[in-house]
């Protein structure tokens, strides 16, 4: 099931990546998008970095936010597809294709990094060593990593039937919490895990400082 999981998403990411914010919308009810949002009161810049920018939706919300963001993905696909949405805006696309383990960026240039819904290299020790380099002093890496459906209605309770298959099925309890911060600890940030209510769900958002 991981495999099959795995060779599904990789795909999704890339050949059939224009279905992108329609199967998001359908899996989610209509939330994934308020998902994602999730991460914007955690970011004040002014320079953000978002790995993972996917079809760019939050790339223009934190343009509208004032914030100077750029943007890492290593599918060319996303990246054609968040270009073109930027531009439809009049908004400038400053996204580069690669790696979150080898950013192309210099030391210290960016206040925040965000990534929503990342797959597991967020856990990485080299992607954490990367985001490390990156951030000023006092900067922070802010994740959405997971989410979960907590209404009643069929649509509700089939999507989160389908989360609970993919493995994201409930909420966690603390000792599952410390496994997940443990990692980012390790790499030296100072880390908490908040878990927002929204829109009949619950939304789980990772904050990892650098230390000033």
Do not use: C
């Not at 949002?37 to 790995?51: F, Q």
């Not at 100072?190 to 619950?202: G, I, M, N, Q, Y």
Request: charged share 20%; hydrophobic share 50%.
């Amino acid at each position: 099931m991981i495999r099959l999981l795995r060779f599904f998403f990789h795909h999704f990411y890339h050949a059939f990546a224009w279905t992108y914010d329609l199967v998001a919308a359908l899996v989610s009810v209509g939330r994934w998008q308020g998902w994602v949002s999730s991460a914007l009161p955690y970011l004040d810049g002014p320079r953000v970095l978002e790995i993972g920018h996917g079809p760019g939706h939050l790339q223009v919300a934190l343009q509208e936010k004032g914030l100077a963001a750029y943007g890492l993905d290593e599918s060319r696909q996303m990246g054609s597809i968040a270009v073109s949405r930027l531009r439809r805006k009049g908004m400038p696309p400053r996204l580069a294709r690669g790696y979150a383990q080898a950013l192309p960026f210099e030391s210290g240039r960016f206040d925040n990094v965000v990534a929503t819904f990342p797959t597991e290299y967020i856990f990485d020790p080299q992607t954490l060593a990367a985001i490390w380099r990156v951030l000023r002093p006092g900067g922070k890496l802010v994740v959405v990593l997971a989410a979960w459906i907590n209404g009643k209605g069929l649509p509700d309770r089939a999507a989160a039937w389908l989360f609970r298959v993919t493995g994201q099925g409930s909420p966690l309890p603390e000792a599952a919490l410390e496994r997940i911060r443990a990692p980012f600890a390790v790499a030296g940030f100072d880390v908490r895990s908040e878990a927002l209510e929204k829109e009949a769900s619950t939304v789980l958002v990772i904050i990892a400082t650098k230390a000033e």
